[in-house]
């Protein structure tokens, strides 16, 4: 776990930078170190950490593979044979087959795309939108803070799973484009909230208001300055949301209301597999897309954490 | 704190007002409450002219929200699918569905406290790499997996627990739906705990409370867990109203009649009524958890409470 | 001899190596004497002090060596439990930063009852009206009333003054201040600064005064120990200290402190860094800053401490140099 490499702070903090070698007075024109010597250190402790290696490289390939699934599956995912419907793991069909008698290894490795595209478009969504909406809030403040605010607490206000439900269920739109959009729609206020906060925490910063003092222009102190501190969490917060989304759009597909076949898709087949008694006989067909799904979630949750252990200097 | 009190009471309203016109637009606008009704049969014109007038959809939509608020508030939630009032499925579900969150939410704090408690005094050990292990997997997996091959081994494979919860939903038979429902949350639980006391124990305040001679004992219950619990107990709290809307997945699963059953019922038959009434007041319950939030907050943390 | 410290080492592991904190670090204190121990950040004054208290880290802090005797029994060899009887009870400390050295979510009332509470088997009201008692003593206005106040209430003086209050409620032999007026404004500084002489000089407790502020030693120390890169570099009576140092690093300090007399003077500051605890130069360890470097320093063996008078001691090659200049 990368939490427990942090190794406990034996001295007080300024004994610490001194042992180090990081004592005051090294440091240059603070405005432009302090944002940049926080990314490379980051940089260089994750280099070093084998949970970022490992899920980084995971995600690479699930990427790699959700672009070209051929790479690595040379069937076609919709070309079944009823004849060898539930047909357990064999040579040439390591995973077996689903209840329709598609190869379940070729249906788990284009299952990658819809998942990834679900995850990674709706976490741009959240970014951007979250962003923005918290960030104008902290930085303008005074009345756009307060009605921006009231409006992160409105969609705050609406539980996920249930809003995405109803919405969902509402619509008569099918695909992954819906599931994108209301997942977007409904979880931004978490990335407003957080973003706000560091801008505000960014702009009392003495360097900032250094800045201001000597005149430095709104856009440009906001560049320079407030969003290379604010970002930090914004990437640390999606990257561990871009998990709990792909999870997301499993379970509103179980539910019947995300995808649906023919989409190929790790929730479509999950839920599939789990309905009825067909575990007995065939576990593989849960087993696979699962593994696949779950295994993807974890890449993102760890990568998320050790992100968020290298850019936070609490825990360094 | 009175004061504070009535202040984010009437913060809340906005808010709740908020909510549930979106909702309320997410289904009178973007669906159709009328033709729905019928389902694939046309509606009869008289009759879907009576009903439009019934549900005021002739009214510009946020003439609509007022008029329906108001019924709301009058009592009058409308008529369900199966032709009983709403309320009445409420007076049903909602205790069930209570019940199942407050199991879950003793699996929390009994297992996720100690759990991390444990894992965060001990960090770095095998045990700690275990569990920290585990609740990563509970977070991957997602809960209907969990959920339906629990229930397959425990439910059929076993034959410890009747696979399908009875109407009446007994305490007993809510422990395993229960433990699924809280099993992410509940991994949540430990990591947060875990980060928190291992934090702490790097605190000034505990080097003090050592350094004044205190037996071990004392510096952890009094001085290390009285304050790496702050923001555990506020996460507990706000985990109330995602419970009790969040179990939907759960209650599919086991067939428990709550409230994400009942909903799930109305979404599948598009009754608007249901869906509408019970979202309003799941919002309302998610708004009153988190208002709960803030002032254990306050409780909990001097430095909050006289700010 | 209330404390005697011997060649003290304390290592930490840390992620780029081990750091030798503390090397060899050896000084006294006796009853009723104040000891200040002088140095920059990094010179292991402040792990030295938790060493001594019983309270390092360890994990991954480790005493590798040396002997710590109070009234002449090593602190070393005690078990946990006797060594946390003797926390508090016969030697307590005083931290820098009291805003977070005192616990947030307690009332400061509790936070001081607690060591009657503990130590001597008091009731809880016993305790509050002890507590109201020490907040009295430490000169803390409308003690009753704000004994069930919390730290954050207080402000940062009379923040000082708890922990103060804290460290002699059970009267100690021993009180170890860590910069104990570092985190405070300047008028404070005094007012916190008279309060713990007046109350040192009343119970006759020896006191460890760690800091790099020369200008409160001179006024209520006795003896000086002056630490560079975790050692001991020169250990004298105040006095001589100030009229002659007998090391390069102590004469360093000295110049650069601002002084009425001399204004108009140029200041001197000790030129370049305190050393990385992980690369400490071979030979004596201030060599690269040291302004009478000669070839010898740069080598091992490092300097040995040499008797340079009556109780004084010095780790140069050429103190008598120093001394004389």
């Not at chain 1, 809003?163 to 978490?190: C, K, N, R, Y």
Request: proline share 5%; with cysteine.
């Amino acid at each position: 776990m990368p939490d427990q490499q942090s190794d406990k702070t034996p001295f007080g903090a300024q004994e610490v930078a001194a042992a180090k070698g990081l004592t005051a007075g090294t440091a240059t024109a603070p405005e432009t170190t302090a944002a940049r010597s926080l990314w490379t250190d980051a940089w260089h402790d994750l280099r070093r950490n084998p949970v970022f290696i490992v899920s980084a490289l995971l995600i690479l390939f699930l990427v790699v593979i959700s672009l070209w699934p051929g790479l690595i599956a040379s069937r076609d995912p919709q070309r079944c044979q009823l004849g060898r419907s539930l047909e357990g793991p064999s040579a040439g069909h390591w995973f077996g087959f689903d209840t329709q008698g598609c190869d379940v290894y070729t249906r788990t490795v284009y299952g990658a795309r819809a998942s990834i595209t679900v995850g990674l478009c709706a976490t741009l969504g959240v970014a951007v939108l979250g962003a923005v909406v918290g960030g104008l809030a902290g930085f303008i403040g005074g009345f756009w803070d307060t009605l921006l605010s009231r409006l992160t607490d409105v969609f705050f206000g609406i539980p996920l799973v249930l809003g995405a439900i109803v919405f969902l269920s509402m619509i008569t739109l099918t695909g992954i484009w819906p599931v994108v959009l209301v997942i977007a729609a409904l979880s931004w206020p978490q990335i407003a909230r957080i973003s706000r906060g560091s801008v505000i925490t960014a702009k009392q910063n003495d360097y900032v208001q250094a800045a201001r003092a000597l005149g430095a222009s709104n856009s440009r102190m906001l560049l320079r300055h407030i969003l290379p501190n604010a970002v930090a969490p914004v990437i640390v917060m999606a990257t561990i949301m871009l998990g709990t989304f792909i999870a997301l759009e499993a379970t509103l597909s179980y539910l019947g209301v995300g995808l649906r076949p023919p989409t190929v898709s790790w929730g479509v087949d999950i839920s599939a597999a789990s309905d009825g008694m067909q575990f007995r006989n065939a576990p593989h067909i849960l087993l696979y897309p699962a593994a696949a799904l779950s295994l993807t979630v974890l890449a993102f949750i760890m990568l998320g954490d050790a992100v968020r252990d290298a850019l936070d200097p609490k825990l360094r | 704190m009175g004061r504070y009190v009535i202040r984010r009471l009437l913060q809340m309203i906005p808010v709740f007002i908020g909510a549930t016109f979106l909702i309320f637009v997410m289904v009178y606008a973007l669906g159709d409450p009328v033709s729905a009704l019928f389902g694939d049969r046309g509606p009869d014109p008289a009759t879907a002219k009576a009903l439009r007038e019934e549900f005021n959809l002739d009214h510009p939509l946020w003439q609509q929200y007022l008029l329906y608020m108001g019924k709301i508030f009058s009592g009058d939630f409308g008529t369900a699918f199966n032709g009983q009032p709403v309320t009445e499925l409420m007076e049903r579900a909602f205790p069930i569905s209570f019940r199942l969150a407050l199991v879950a939410l003793t699996f929390e704090i009994v297992l996720g406290i100690v759990l991390g408690v444990v894992t965060g005094l001990r960090r770095g050990r095998s045990l700690d790499t275990t569990v920290l292990i585990l609740t990563l997997v509970v977070i991957a997996v997602p809960t209907f997996v969990l959920g339906t091959t629990g229930q397959f081994f425990l439910g059929v494979e076993a034959g410890w627990i009747d696979p399908a919860v009875s109407p009446d939903a007994r305490l007993d038979e809510l422990i395993v739906p229960g433990l699924i429902l809280a099993l992410v949350s509940l991994a949540y639980v430990t990591r947060l705990t875990r980060t928190s006391v291992a934090e702490n124990t790097r605190a000034d305040y505990i080097r003090t409370a050592i350094a004044k001679g205190l037996p071990r004992r004392r510096v952890t219950v009094r001085h290390l867990l009285r304050n790496s619990l702050i923001p555990v107990v506020t996460y507990l709290g706000a985990d109330i109203g995602t419970l009790m809307a969040g179990a939907i997945v759960t209650e599919r699963i086991f067939n428990i009649q709550g409230v994400g059953y009942q909903l799930y019922q109305g979404i599948l038959r598009q009754n608007s009524p249901t869906v509408v009434g019970f979202v309003v007041v799941l919002v309302l319950i998610f708004l009153l958890a988190n208002l709960l939030v803030d002032l254990l907050y306050a409780v909990l943390d001097p430095r909050i409470r006289y700010a | 001899m209330l404390l005697d410290v011997q060649d003290l080492h304390v290592d930490f592991r840390t992620r780029d190596g081990v750091v030798n904190a503390v090397n060899g670090a050896g000084f006294s204190v006796d009853e009723g004497e104040t000891l200040a121990v002088l140095g920059e950040s990094g010179s292991g004054k402040s792990v030295t002090a938790q060493a001594v208290m019983g309270i390092l880290d360890t994990p991954p802090g480790r005493i590798t060596h040396g002997r710590v005797l109070f009234r002449g029994r090593d602190l070393l060899t005690l078990g946990r439990e006797e060594r946390r009887r003797i926390r508090g009870e016969r030697m307590a400390m005083i931290f820098q930063d009291a805003l977070s050295s005192l616990n947030p979510v307690l009332s400061v009332g509790y936070q001081l009852g607690e060591m009657f509470r503990v130590h001597r088997d008091a009731s809880r009201k016993e305790a509050k009206a002890r507590a109201v008692e020490l907040m009295d003593r430490v000169r803390i206005p409308a003690a009753r009333e704000r004994v069930n106040d919390y730290p954050h209430q207080f402000s940062g003086g009379m923040r000082q003054r708890i922990m103060i209050a804290m460290a002699l409620a059970l009267e100690p032999e021993l009180v170890i201040a860590d910069e104990p007026t570092t985190a405070l404004d300047v008028t404070v500084q005094a007012q916190v600064m008279d309060l713990l002489a007046e109350l040192q000089r009343e119970y006759r407790m020896g006191l460890i005064l760690i800091t790099h502020d020369l200008g409160v030693v001179a006024d209520v120390a006795d003896k000086i120990a002056v630490m560079y890169a975790g050692r001991i570099v020169e250990h004298a009576p105040v006095h001589d200290v100030y009229k002659r140092p007998a090391h390069p690093y102590t004469k360093g300090l000295l110049e650069s402190i601002p002084r009425l007399d001399h204004k108009g003077g140029e200041l001197l500051a000790i030129k370049g860094l305190p050393p990385n605890l992980l690369h400490v130069p071979a030979g004596c360890p201030f060599h690269p800053r040291c302004p009478q470097v000669r070839e010898v320093c740069r080598h091992d063996p490092r300097p040995p401490l040499y008797e340079v008078g009556e109780g004084r001691s010095s780790a140069c090659h050429f103190w008598k140099e120093t001394i004389g200049e």
